[in-house]
């Protein structure tokens, strides 16, 4: 178990390291994955296209192919930031896709009628969707964008193996080549890791969907 | 009004992005003419090997799938039949499973089974690591599927004299495959999506992703190929999800209700 207890601080940067990826992702997705949602519901059709098409798209697309078009084909087009960012750019464009899924979803939940009423008392489809539509919507959608998080902070791992660096795959990927440790106990010392994010975030979810289920 | 002001928006977007491709030499037919010009020297051989990667991910997914549905299944019956006592072990490993990232697991099965002597093809480390994760959640398919088959049908057969393990197995069972058909194809999806995970960690084999990045390069034309790749995986989840879509209803009209309640409600849209 040496290898963990040797290692403690590197596991616990590497750890961080995930998590800041994780943050940096969640907060670029669902501002972006928010905005498709109401392309996709708007009484627009170019833009209800555009949304369709961009989550056909990037939901059928793996997310190795989104890193590998941010990293190699980007920079080739001018488009030149660090590779971490690259990185980071490849997981929101991902996960907006499933953001904006969960959010449509949390939109359509809210009966018809309250957004006729929103217009027969003359708002106009900003207004309706801000203050009458988006709150409500947004209550249905916690659960499963705590999913959406979940499936997020799992997919900080491949940004890890794909090189960005420094978070817990890569902490597991050096001990174990460069500096050759047992393989199982660094195994089971990154799996807590993980764990430590995942299973809380899951217990999470029961209680606030039990939570919504009674507010229905 | 505002589709005439949206559509300008995207044309011109789209213009500034070709304007880029350009600028770039990106519409050079030497970049374009291997994938996509039948006449070219190298179309056939680039071809075959895209055909042979899209062969390589698709048994890799194939194996994946039917292991986890042999593996879910059992894990689901020991669930369902044993007492909590014996359940408490499984029910913990399981949730370790799950919970961690199916990319973790790849890495790890080619890592650890070589150091207590298995050393196996690729191709297996990729679908032992990927039935590690999936058949948890396909055991959770599974579950679902058992659960939603009336309770009726298991009176009557305890009614009949059959055992748990019958009941579970000839009646159960049975039926609650047909309902859980289409969370499986949708399951398949992202079972193809998790092959291309091999490319990053492991060194082989040649599926789709990794037979991109070889083409691309000999070619030196990442846009271009990956723009192929994702196309391929794009059809490919693109028809399965929609195979997906037609089973939901199939099983959705031979009288189970909530299905039908389910796509009824599905469709409010915001009108202005």
């Known amino acids: ?216 | 009004m505002f589709s005439v002001v949206a559509l300008v928006g995207f044309v011109i977007l789209a213009a500034v992005v070709v304007r880029r491709l350009v600028d770039q030499g990106e519409f050079a037919a030497e970049l374009w003419s291997p994938l996509l010009w039948p006449g070219d020297d190298l179309f056939v051989v680039v071809w075959r090997r895209i055909l042979a990667g899209l062969t390589t991910t698709l048994t890799a997914a194939g194996l994946t799938i039917a292991f986890s549905l042999v593996l879910g299944t059992l894990v689901t019956i020991v669930r369902v039949l044993n007492g909590r006592v014996a359940r408490a072990p499984l029910v913990v490993l399981l949730e370790l499973l799950r919970g961690a990232p199916v990319v973790i697991l790849i890495f790890f099965t080619a890592r650890l089974l070589p150091t207590i002597g298995i050393n196996l093809p690729l191709l297996w480390y990729l679908v032992i690591g990927l039935t590690a994760y999936n058949f948890v959640v396909i055991g959770e398919i599974v579950r679902a599927g058992v659960s939603a088959v009336p309770r009726g049908q298991v009176e009557a057969a305890a009614a009949l004299g059959m055992t748990h393990t019958q009941v579970m197995t000839a009646i159960q069972l049975p039926q609650a495959f047909r309902i859980m058909l289409p969370a499986l194809i949708s399951q398949l999806v992202v079972i193809v999506k998790d092959t291309s995970l091999a490319a990053i960690v492991l060194t082989g084999p040649q599926e789709l992703l990794r037979t991109g990045r070889t083409i691309e390069q000999n070619l030196n034309n990442p846009l271009q190929t990956y723009l192929v790749i994702a196309l391929v995986y794009i059809v490919l989840n693109g028809l399965l999800s929609w195979v997906a879509v037609l089973t939901e209803r199939r099983v959705a009209t031979r009288g189970q209700r909530a299905g039908r309640a389910r796509r009824g409600a599905g469709r409010i849209q915001i009108v202005d």
């Open chain 1, 1 to 216: 178990m040496e290898a963990v207890t040797d290692n403690l601080g590197l596991f616990v940067s590497g750890y961080w390291r995930s998590v800041t990826i994780c943050l940096y992702a969640l907060v670029g997705s669902l501002v972006w994955g928010t905005v498709l949602a109401v392309f996709r519901v708007a009484p627009v059709a170019p833009l209800r296209q555009f949304g369709a098409g961009y989550v056909l798209v990037v939901r059928n697309t793996p997310l190795t192919v989104m890193l590998f078009t941010t990293a190699f084909v980007l920079p080739q087009l001018g488009f030149n930031a660090p590779f971490f960012w690259l990185g980071v750019l490849g997981l929101i464009l991902y996960s907006s896709a499933f953001v904006c899924e969960a959010v449509r979803a949390g939109i359509n939940a809210v009966p018809t009628g309250q957004s006729e009423a929103a217009r027969a008392i003359g708002l106009d489809f900003g207004q309706s969707l801000r203050s009458v539509i988006l709150p409500q919507a947004l209550r249905t959608v916690v659960p499963p964008l705590g999913s959406v998080v979940i499936a997020m902070f799992k997919n900080s791992a491949v940004l890890g193996a794909f090189g960005v660096g420094g978070d817990l795959f890569s902490v597991s990927n050096r001990l174990t080549s460069a500096q050759g440790y047992a393989v199982a106990p660094v195994l089971i010392g990154v799996l807590v890791g993980y764990l430590a994010i995942t299973l809380p975030t899951g217990a999470l979810l029961s209680v606030l969907e039990r939570r919504v289920a009674i507010a229905r």
